[in-house]
């Protein structure tokens, strides 16, 4: 049993996976330290976040030298998810209006915050 | 034919609760990796959908309140004296668990190895710094409450949710962590001791790693969308 799932692989492929997520992750917090807005800084977002949880996934959890088996049953039901987050956002759209509706826009009075910093 | 066939082999079956555990162990395997392996990647699965489902839920919530989100930018700077830096202390966060992957990707990559020394240490290392990423963790929480008022119903900043989907999230996260260094501790502890030794099979230790590396994989995911988003 312990030679089929043996999963050995060089040294330097780990580091250079180590630099690369340290990298990925300054520029992630650069993205919030410039100050990007709106679909720019949603989608760099993504993407970097994207990145980083593929080389974790790939390369530190050895996902890439499974068995296509193992691989298909662990990552397929995820994407069920998307269905979900789907479903989820139009029904947040449908409470927010509904919301407004009844309550109009808000009435919140915010102590502090009152200049916008970025 | 076929129904023919498996009436004949049923009829050979064990029944009742011996036929239970004949069909549940007859040799018939999907996955060629150690069954441990294979159990903690399921187990990993469904900690995806429960991490999915509160990530869902802040996205619902976020998405439909009037009141304005609070500033997690803001929320989260830190001040060393000067002008508070956004977010500075997440940013640590990040780097700490990340580091804490690398090592723990080498002591993987040492167990293999069967140097049973450098596997024990890295992983004592890899256990640390998710100690000093819970210790941060629990000064943050600290300052959130005692310093900005922020409550799981309420918070001065702006919508009530912010709170609930904070605690909520990374309480459940730094859960994990805090669980994952126990975790880390007993496993080194028995590398240290040799029991790995005579079989020489180190497969523990990276059945201990996917664990570890989920850890940091929902953090990511946690960062991009709380912190950043």
Do not use: H, R, W
């Given at each position: 049993m312990a030679s089929e799932g043996h999963q050995e692989h060089p040294l330097s492929i780990y580091l250079w996976i180590w630099v690369l997520l340290f990298v990925i992750s300054t520029f992630s917090y650069l993205v919030d330290y410039i100050g990007f807005e709106g679909y720019l800084r949603w989608s760099l977002i993504i993407v970097f976040m994207l990145a980083k949880a593929g080389l974790i996934i790939a390369i530190f959890m050895h996902m890439i030298w499974e068995r296509l088996a193992l691989i298909y049953a662990i990552?397929?039901?995820?994407?069920l998810l998307s269905f979900f987050i789907g479903f989820m956002a139009i029904e947040g759209d449908y409470t927010l209006l509904t919301r407004l509706n009844f309550f109009?826009?808000?009435?919140f009075v915010a102590q502090h915050h009152t200049e916008e910093v970025h | 034919m076929g129904s023919n066939v498996t009436e004949s082999q049923t009829a050979t079956l064990p029944e009742g609760l011996q036929g239970l555990t004949h069909d549940w162990s007859?040799?018939?395997?999907?996955?060629?990796?150690?069954w441990g392996k294979a159990m903690m990647w399921f187990f990993l699965l469904s900690d995806t959908f429960i991490f999915g489902c509160f990530l869902t839920s802040y996205m619902n919530v976020r998405m439909s309140t009037r009141v304005p989100w609070p500033n997690p930018s803001e929320v989260f700077a830190l001040s060393f004296g000067g002008e508070p830096i956004p977010l500075i202390l997440i940013a640590i966060m990040t780097f700490v668990l990340i580091t804490s992957s690398g090592t723990m990707a080498l002591a993987v990559n040492y167990g293999y190895k069967q140097d049973r020394a450098k596997t024990a240490a890295l992983m004592f290392v890899t256990a640390a710094f998710g100690a000093i990423f819970v210790g941060m963790q629990a000064f943050e929480w600290t300052k959130l409450i005692?310093?900005?008022?922020?409550r799981p119903w309420g918070n001065?900043?702006?919508?009530?949710?912010f709170g609930a989907s904070f605690f909520m999230i990374t309480g459940f996260h730094g859960l994990h962590v805090s669980i994952g260094v126990i975790y880390l501790a007993v496993v080194a502890l028995k590398v240290l001791k040799g029991d790995y030794e005579a079989s020489g099979n180190y497969e523990i230790v990276e059945i201990t790693g996917l664990y570890w590396h989920f850890v940091d994989l929902v953090w990511v995911f946690i960062f991009a969308f709380f912190y950043l988003w």
């Open positions: 990552l397929a039901p995820p994407l109009g826009e808000t009435n | 007859s040799d018939k395997q999907a996955f060629y990796v150690p005692v310093d900005e008022g922020i001065p900043m702006g919508a009530p949710q």
